[in-house]
């Protein structure tokens, strides 16, 4: 690289896959990790409320807790305008591209009624299937 040659050093990394992607895998990819999300995000919920009805707990509570979560989503979907980027250089991990993909936009935000539908339908589910799946590849668990 310093002298001037087009040839790419061995110790840099290859471009990323969603750079490389053609537009309908980046998709395809895109929606089975969001889908992912939203599936352990949706059943961890469904336990929590098992858990509060077993628990005998006001049904109210468990309306507050969803809404809650949907509206944490939605004022984060409203308030970024980052959207997914996919380069070399962007250093967004791939659950967060995926994310940002379907919430926000790819390479550019939709419009804040958009991204306001898209935290409305999937807002709690999200909120909580997403830190899980973080949590858990953290620790080497996925």
């Keep these: 690289m310093v002298d001037g ?9 290859g ?12 998709w395809t990819a895109v929606i089975v990790t969001f889908g992912l999300v939203i599936l352990v995000g949706g059943v961890t919920l469904w336990f929590a409320i098992v858990l509060l009805d077993y628990a005998d707990a006001p049904g109210w509570l468990t309306v507050v807790g969803w809404m809650a979560l ?15 980027i996919a380069s070399d250089y962007e250093d967004q991990a791939w659950s967060e591209y995926a994310v940002r993909a379907v919430m926000v936009g790819r390479e550019q935000p939709r419009s804040a009624s958009a991204r306001m539908i898209t935290a409305v339908l999937f807002g709690a589910p ?17």
Excluded: C, N, Q, Y
């Excluded at 040659?5 to 990394?13: A, G, M, V």
């Excluded at 509206?71 to 980052?82: E, I, K, N, P, Y």
């Design 5 to 13: 040659s087009d040839e790419r050093s061995e110790f840099l990394p």
């Design 70 to 84: 949907t509206f944490a989503v939605m004022g984060w979907a409203l308030r970024t305008d980052v959207a997914a």
């Design 15 to 26: 471009p990323k896959w969603r750079a490389r992607a053609r537009p309908g895998s980046l």
């Design 126 to 142: 999200l909120a909580v299937g997403l830190p899980l799946l973080v949590l858990l590849a953290a620790v080497g668990v996925s």
